[in-house]
Each structure stands twice: as C-alpha cells, then as structure tokens.
C-alpha cells in the first residue's frame, strides 16, 4: 500500500478503532485453545467482540497453526480488514534453541551471531512471527541480576557490535523470512540498586550516555524498526512515560522513526510507581511521552476517548501512531499476505533441521568458555573406558534457558546423550546425585552416584543452576552454588580425582569454591538444543574452547556490581592479596573478580610479544596502527579472541581504567604465528566530557593488547 492508502485507511477508521490498533494483547485473548504462554501477569481486561477484532497485535501464540487460526477468524470479524501483527519474544532461537546470549557473547564472532539471528528470524516467520522481541541490549554489571542471562554482558564497545549483528540477520530489509527487530529495553533496565528486579535506577546522564545508551543507539542506526522501554524507572519517571528519553533522545536526538512498544503491562505501571494517579493520566504520559502501542493493559481503549474530550492527549497523535502501526505491517507485506510466510512444509523442512543444529552446535562450542584446567582436559578418548556422566544437570533436556518459543526439552540433546553419541560403544552411566532446585537439600541420591564415580575413569559431574533460577524475576542474593552441589562435589571427587566439572548457568556465579578444588570447569552456560553434544565435542577436544566471559565473575557477591570498565580511585588498591588500609578496599577479599572480563582458557596456548605502533603522535583525522605478534605455542590448533584496551590518562572528567575497543578472533595452527593489528582512529577516543559533548580530548592514551581484560601490556601515544 501507498503511504496515501495507508492514511486514507485511517480516515475511515472509527476512533475506538484506532485505539485498539494501539493495543496489544495475549493471543489466548483471541483463541481460547490458542497460545497459552503468558509471560508477565494478566491485569486486565474484558474487552468486548468488537474490541477484540480491532486489536493491532497479539504476543504468545503457538506456532504456525495457531497464527493461521487466529488470523483468519481476526479477518472474517476485523471491519477494515487490517491484518493482525503477531510478535514473539524469539530471543536465541525459535525451535532451535542457541545458547543464551551473556553465553553467545562470550563467542566475540558476529559472523555467527548475525547467522543464528537469520536462522531464528527464518523459523519464526515460517510460524507466523512478524516481530521479534529482541535484541535485548541492556548493559549489566550485577550478577544477582536474574535477566543478565538476555544480555551480551558488561561492555559498551561489545554491545554495539552485536547490537548490529542481531539487527542485520533478524531483519535484512524486511525480505522473505525476515521479522521486525525491537530494541529493549530502553534504558538503564540493568542498572536495577542490588540487582533486584524492577527495582529503582538512578544514575547520571554520563554513566547513561557513556555506558548504557551506545548499544541502543547502535540498534537505531542498522534500521531497527521497534523499540520498548523498560520497567524502570530513570531519573523518577516509569521509562514506558519517560518524555525526555523517549520522544527527546531516540526519537528526537537518534531520529527514531518505527514503533515504540510498552513492556508488559507498563502503562498500568505507572500507577504502581507512584506516578500516575490512575489509568487515565497513565494512558496520557505514555502516549505523550512517545510510546504508541500499550502491551497487554488496556488503559488507552478505557480511556483514550475521553482523554481527547479532555485535551489530554490529541487525536493527532493517536492518528500518527496508528499511521507507524501499519506502515510497520505494510512494510512486513501483511496487506498482500496476512499468512507472511506461513508454510508448513517449508516449516518441517526448515526448523530443527541437521543445518540448524549444526549451527547451533557451532555456537554452543564457542560460546563455552574454559574457567580452569589443570591439563586434565581435553580427556583422551582412548584412554577411558567407562565414563560417569553425574550431576542434576547431566541427564536433563532443561539446558536450553529461557525464552523458549517452541524449543523442547525433548529435542534437545542431553549431556549423557551427548557423550553417549561421541563415546559409541563405550561404557557410559548417569545418576543424578542432587538436584539443581535452589531449595532441594536431599542428599539420598549421593550414594548411587558416588558409587559410579568410584567405578569409573572419568567422571563428568555437571553442576549450576536449575533452568528456571535466572532470567526475568529471578534476582538473587547469593550467586554461589547451593550448598548441596558442593556437597556432592567434595564426595564425588574423593572417589575419583578425574572428576571434570561442566558449569551451567544463566549468570557469572560466585563459586571461588569450585575454583579452589575442580580440576577443570567448563562453563557452557545453557548451551541449547544441541547442548549435550557440544559438552562431548568440547571436553574430547574434538573442540578447543575459545570463549571469552563478557561479564566479570565476582569473587563473591559482595563485589557486585563489578565490571572491569570503572574508575579508579584517589586510592587505589596496592596489593589484592593483602589488607591495604586507608585503600578503596575490601578488608576480607580482593577487588578483582574470581575471572575477569575478556578471560578464557584454550587447550593450547599463545604468546604475545612485539606490541608496537607505527607512530606515537596522531592528530585528529589520522590513524594510528598497533600491532602484535601472537604464536600458537601448545600443541593443537586453537581460536584466540584477541582484544584491544584504549585508556585515557587525564581528561576533563576521570576516564577508565582501559576500555574495550577492538577484537579479532584468530585461528591458528600448533606452532603457527602472526600479527595482528588495530587501526585507532579518533572517535574510539572519545568520551562525555564535562560538558557532556562526545569529543575526544588532546592527551596521553595507552593501547593494551592481550587475552583478556586484565592485561598489562601496553604502548603510549599521543593526541595532539
Ligand atoms: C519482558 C519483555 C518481553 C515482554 C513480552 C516482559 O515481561 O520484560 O522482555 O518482551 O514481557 O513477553
């Protein structure tokens, strides 16, 4: 349709029309036999028939049978035959399951990350999924926070690469078997005071700009076409009705033009937060703050045409936001086909196919990331003859993570199934031992399992968190183990001291205890679909970890929130390993985390040496290249996610200790070496200075080079 027809359509819409074009509702409300996964609490609402067939869009359906049901009934009732939109949160995958994004970050490989986007992107819309939910860019510094497991984790630079990357695969430009993206949630979401869930953000327009927007702002500029605010609220007011950052900073600094989504239920909110008196003034502050559909209340259909009446908010308004709704759903080529891309066949074909799981695999390789080894891994094939597989999370089909769509437990591969397939033929048992349950303190199951692990030359015993214990409303207070897992631990490994641990988790946990006494950790996260057989490929090195964490692991709770990116101090700490007093401190611990950002073991190992620049002055519009040698010195071939740290000495306000600004992943060969190098232009030296324009200020700067964050190596130049 022509924009003319589009406005056009709009002239004939009735008012209440309009409205309920703006409102988005559980797809159940629709078809009772239809989607049941609701995601959030219902609050509302009766609407009546011709409400309901005027609705603009659904969220949790059921797949393509469910769509095409929902929609055909939605047409032969809807009275201007304006399809339905059908939106999914599709976060690491729709049947097949990727693993969970802080998990897919640690990969550092957009190459794959765009891929895996399309692959879900393709699945989806097979299904009747028009719009994603995704990607989620909050930035996150605090473990006890349930939904990091969303995140990419705790670094600006990393945000915005992978920002780009979701973007492009999810969408393309909107051809065959591409959905609409949706940022989320805009902003600060993360920044929750002690991790708690929808709990109070409060932090300068600095921190917000330097750290938290730039993942956002990447998103605006690949063309993504929604966006959705957050729970929170940012400087005392509920995002869903923040004027200043909604219309002021995406639409008006960044020239956002797509369509602004409530979180669920957030208009209503607002009422809770103490700052609307009721759903009328909610409905208002939303809508005049920017947003144009409201998820899952109703307050606009309640109360938008009296608010008019009022001079509340405009019809102008109302109009232009339903102008955005269906230009969104003409740009998806709902007009000529409400069914998109619909096709069972093609859907059989396509999800959960040997290619995606293929993928899905490759991805669940890199994204593990090796946390210790003492050289008993990669186990030698050869060498065992019967292997225990233990442990609440070794036999179970719950590693896929949350945010599920229509992945099954009972497509994913286990891990017991998962050594099973790569050690045929040989002697492989499961028992259980423990349960991952927070609050399950049953010890009965040790006997059995202590008892294999007697018995056999290997033990995989897979510990971490239960599948449900992160993700939205999971904050927690301690991030370590459970008690009960360490337990076991401790029995199982005085039986066998080949005892490898495979970690599961949705959050960088705490477990300085584990350290101290596993001989390796394997942390794959929640792998996904083809977890089981990425543990087997990663622990008989049929393939080298490579994953790099991008989100610090605290050395206990008590640190969070930590992130490697902060000021230092008039005092900094002279020595982790002693009691430093009158020191920016702990008394009872170090300030570095138990792993950094950025950290990561290989099977193999390489050196770095030779960091040099080819100048030590640039000007403005120059370039400045450093280089490094780097050599594979083990004895297998081996992935190294090679980073670059930029830190400015002196500025008009205090910079980091270094930031992240580059990274290459480089494959090299026993005993092969190469040079690597980074061009840093200006802008990767600019910063918020004290008058909050982004600029890069004359100085001293310093260029690290290394295999992770805390490295020291570095070479100075100048800014003139
Ligand atoms: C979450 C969003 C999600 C929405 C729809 C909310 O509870 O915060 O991330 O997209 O539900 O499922």
Known sequence: MKKSELKALIKKMTLKEKLCQLTQENAVMLEKSGGTKITGPSTVTEFNEEEKYALGSVLNFNGIEDAKKIQKQYLERNRNKIPLLFMQDVIHGYKTIYPVNLGLACSFDMQLIEEL???????????????????????????????????????????????KATVKGFQGDLGKYKIAACLKHFAAYGACEGGREYNTVDMSERTLRE??????????????RLAMPA???FDGIPMAANKRLIDGV?????????????????????????????????????????????MVSASLIAAGEELIKDGAIKEKDIDEAVYKVLKLKNDLGLFENPYGDMDEV?????????????????????????????????????KVRKVAVIGPLGNTGDILGRWLCLGKYEDSVTVYDGVKNLLEGKEVEYAEGCKSDLFDVDESGFGQAVALAKSS????????EDGGDNGEGTSKMNIDLPDVQYKFFDEVRKVNPNTVVVLFTGRPLSVTRLDKNARAILNVWFPGTEGGNSVADLLFGKANPSGKLTMSFPYSVG??????NHYNTGRPRSDDNKRCPFQSAYID?????????????????????????????????????????????????????????????????????????????????????????????????AFYGADLKRKAEPGKFSAFIGTNSDTNDCIDFELV
């Open 250 to 294: 995406l639409k008006g600094e960044w020239k956002f033009d797509g369509v602004v989504i409530s979180d669920y239920c957030a208009y209503y909110e607002t009422i809770k937060h103490g700052y609307a008196k009721d759903y009328k003034q909610a409905a208002a502050d939303c809508l005049n703050a920017g947003t144009d559909i409201e």
């Open 589 to 685: 611990g170090p300030n570095k985390p138990l792993y950094p950002f950025g950290y990561g073991l290989s099977y193999t190992e390489f050196a770095y040496s030779d960091l040099t620049a080819d100048k030590t002055i640039i000007r403005e519009n120059e370039k400045l290249t450093v280089s490094v040698k780097i050599k594979n010195v083990g004895n297998r071939e081996g992935t190294e996610i090679v980073q670059l740290y930029i830190k400015d000495w002196f500025g008009s306000t205090v910079r980091p200790v270094k930031e992240l600004k580059g990274f290459k992943r480089v494959t090299l060969k026993a005993g092969e070496e190469t040079v690597v190098s980074f061009e840093i232009v200006n802008d990767m030296l």
């Open 559 to 564: 640190q969070c929130p930590i992130y490697y």
């Open 117 to 163: 986007s399309a692959m879900a992107a393709k699945e989806a819309a097979l299904n009747g999924v028009k719009v994603t939910f995704s990607p989620m860019l909050d930035l996150v510094r605090d473990a006890r926070w349930g939904r990091v497991v969303e995140s990419y984790g705790e670094d600006p630079f990393l945000g915005c690469e992978i920002a």
């Open 457 to 464: 030359d290997v033990v995989i015993l897979c510990l971490g």
């Open 211 to 224: 750290y938290y927007l730039p993942a956002f702002k990447a998103a605006v500029d690949s063309g993504v």
């Open 346 to 382: 093609e859907e059989k074909a396509f999800s959960l196919s040997a290619e995606n799981r293929a993928l899905a695999r490759k991805a669940a390789n890199e994204s593990a990331v090796l946390l210790k080894n003492d050289g008993i891994l990669p186990i030698s094939e050869d």
């Open 231 to 233: 729970f929170n609220i």
